[in-house]
């Protein structure tokens, strides 16, 4: 049975329990997914979404509850991570526009910089192109990061907003600019899971 863990801490993460939910159901396969907040709930834990949100408050709130190093090693030992918007941020190797008390887990070999795309209000809808389907995505972009740069052979494109990319992937590792929970189409958690399987 598969476990999955939306980590709980701050952001959308009713919306992902949904999502992870539904592509779970699609995919034909049992399995829960939790509202992750505490170590003790990664035993047996069989994949991890970092949700959007804020990502100073994010970072805090892990190394606070106990989360940041074990969910670090995690994703070293190569557990699937998916992080989305600020979740994006965290698994980044280097950020631009970083607070000092920030903390990265660094698994995923990109620069990011942290508030491209400005304020709440700037926030917009566009079609994605998915490298894993023909039809398009709507991409929804909420005060989004942007990935400036890829910073090793191992990081591949997997989503694209006209030719500049806006998803990677590198290994057991995902990482989006946009939030894919915020739409009813699930295929992207469903690519993404099918990596616990």
């Known amino acids: 049975m598969v476990k999955v863990g939306v980590i709980g801490l701050q952001g959308d993460v009713e919306e992902h329990i949904w999502a992870a939910k539904k592509a779970l159901e699609n995919l034909g396969v049992s399995g829960e997914v939790i509202w992750l907040k505490k170590p003790g709930q990664l035993e047996g834990i069989s994949a991890i979404i970092i949700p959007g949100g804020e990502s100073t408050t994010i970072s805090r709130l892990m190394v606070k509850n106990g989360l940041f190093e074990p969910v670090k090693k995690l994703g070293e030992e190569g557990l699937p991570i998916m992080g989305t918007c600020a979740g994006l941020i965290m698994l980044s190797r280097e950020v631009i526009g970083a607070t000092p008390e920030q903390k990265f887990l660094g698994l995923l070999d990109v620069k990011t910089n ?74 992207v958690h469903e690519y993404f899971l099918k990596k616990a399987l």
């Not at 192109?129 to 972009?141: R, Y």
């Not at 694209?160 to 590792?173: P, S």
């Open 114 to 187: 942290r508030n491209a795309y400005g304020r709440q209000v700037d926030s917009f809808e566009a079609p994605i192109k998915l490298a894993f389907s023909d039809e398009p995505f709507t991409g929804v972009f909420i005060r989004a990061p942007r990935i400036v740069e890829l910073l090793s052979e191992g990081v591949k494109p997997i989503a694209w907003l006209g030719d500049r990319v806006v998803g990677v992937e590198q290994d057991n590792i995902i990482g989006l600019e946009f939030h894919p929970e915020l739409t009813d189409d699930t295929r």
